[in-house]
Structures are given as C-alpha cells and as structure tokens.
C-alpha cells in the first residue's frame, strides 16, 4: 500500500492507496505547532479504526506547501512506515514538463493536480483548485504545465471582511436564497458566493483564450463541488485529485527504476 500525504496551509489530507483504489483518506488540520509525535498519533488511530495496519504500507510520498511541516511528516513517515518517503518538488520527475520561470516556486499540490487531470482528461486542460488559495493551472495538449492564476480563497476572504472591518460578522459561506442579500449576513454571503462563481467564469473563460475553447475544466478542493455546480464550463468535480496525482508521481518513479 502507499500512502500518499498532502500538506495545505488549513488541512493535510491524507490517502491510502491499494493499487490504484483509494482505500481511505482523512482531513488533518494543518498545526505547525504540532510535533510528529503528534501527528503520529493522529495518525496512527485513523489507520487503526479503519483496520490498516501500518505494516501493509510500503511506500509514502508527500507534497506540501508549508515548508515547517515538511520535515515533520518526512520523519514521521519513516518511524510509522519505514523507508524514504518521496517529496514533490525540485530533483523529483512528475513526468509533467514545468513551463513556469522559476519551476521551483510552483506549488507541489497544482503539479500534483495537474498530473492527476492530464492522465485523466488529457489535453488541454484546466485544473481549478479551491483550497485555502483558489488557484487556476493550465496544461497543454502535450502535457506541459504552463502556469496559472491565484487568487484569494473564498474563506480567505470572509475572514478579512469580519477581521478589517469594525461590524462585518464572520459568517458561513452557502449559496444565498438570492442575489440582493436582505441582511448584513445575506449581503456578504452573496458578494462572496456570486463574486466567486463570476471570478472563476471569468478566468477560465480567459484561460481558454490561450489553451483553445475545447480545454477541459476539472475542479477540486474544498468548497469545489459547490461552485462548480455554478459553473457551466466546469465539466468535473474531483474530491481527491491531489492525492490520485501523487499516487501516479510514485508510480512513475518505481517504472523508472524498473527500467534501470
């Protein structure tokens, strides 16, 4: 079994994988403050109540965005699982050319989305990721990720209205009964839920612009499946994308080494 661990700045989700078939996955919040000892029990109970036994895991890979945490999950999934685990970033072959300027600063988890919808989907393609920062990834018809836009997440963005604002409250994001909002509450939720769904038109919309209008448009991330139900151009919603895309990275790696 592999288990696959992506580190965001509000969660780290978690997969198994037997094969290709994820057999599990959890939701950690992210707490840089937290030890791998920590962590390890977290981990350790989950795999326990779902009858993993930690012994049947034979390799990990980890893509993460938040640098202090890295280290901390690299040791912890060789005291649980023995063994090296696989970090996405410089010096690791996705098998996805990286286009960018400066390759190193594009974020483990798009890449690992973006080989996910590629193998998937094909080319070319959008992946749309609404995680703590909503981002937008393009790939080519060859499979080449060329960059993207990022903007705010949607929670990112309530929180700095309650917390820059003397009586904005902090609310919960849902799709308001109608667009003209009859509370302060209703007021925020639509700017916020309507001004996102017309974010995301927009520049998938530009986007195509470049990659041509046939360019497939896959969502993931947290508040994804809601918004993509707004959006006519968004033509699948994948829950898991990251974690498929960095089980296809650690199969690629074992092909190589096959081949040597």
């Known amino acids: 079994m592999l288990i696959a661990c992506d580190i965001g700045n509000t969660t780290v989700a978690v997969?198994?994988?037997?094969?290709?078939k994820l057999v599990r996955d959890w939701h950690i919040r992210s707490d840089r403050d937290k030890t791998c000892d920590e962590y390890g029990v977290i981990l350790l109970n989950l795999l326990r109540m779902a009858g993993i036994e930690t012994a049947s895991v034979k390799s990990a890979i980890i893509s993460s965005v938040v640098p202090p945490?890295?280290?901390?999950?690299q040791t912890l999934c060789r005291s649980m699982f023995g063994g090296r685990p696989l970090v996405v970033g410089p010096g690791l072959r996705t098998g996805m050319p990286i286009l960018y300027d400066a390759p190193?600063?594009?974020g483990a988890d798009r890449i690992s989305a973006a080989v996910a919808a590629y193998e998937k989907y094909g080319g070319p393609c959008i992946v749309v990721d609404f995680g703590t920062a909503t981002t937008f990834?393009?790939?080519s018809a060859k499979g080449e990720y060329l960059g993207g836009a990022i903007a705010p997440g949607i929670l990112i963005s309530a929180e700095a209205l309650y917390l820059k604002t003397a009586k904005l409250p902090r609310i919960e994001i849902r799709k308001p009964a109608g667009i003209i909002g009859k509370t302060t509450?209703?007021?925020?939720?639509?700017?916020?839920?309507?001004?996102?769904?017309?974010l995301t038109q927009t520049i998938i919309a530009e986007l195509r612009k470049e990659l041509g209008e046939k360019a497939k448009v896959v969502a993931t991330g947290g508040f994804g499946e809601?918004?993509?139900a707004e959006v006519p151009a968004i033509e699948a919603y994948e829950?898991?994308?990251?974690?498929?895309?960095?089980?296809?990275?650690?199969e690629r790696q074992k092909d190589r080494a096959a081949e040597r």
Do not use: C, H, K, W
């Open 137 to 139: 990834d393009a790939v």
């Open 185 to 198: 509450v209703g007021s925020m939720q639509s700017g916020l839920y309507f001004g996102y769904v017309g």
């Open 15 to 20: 997969g198994v994988f037997n094969g290709r």
């Open 226 to 228: 809601q918004i993509a």
């Open 69 to 73: 945490l890295t280290p901390i999950f």
């Open 239 to 250: 829950p898991n994308l990251v974690l498929e895309g960095l089980r296809i990275i650690s």
């Open 104 to 106: 190193a600063e594009v």
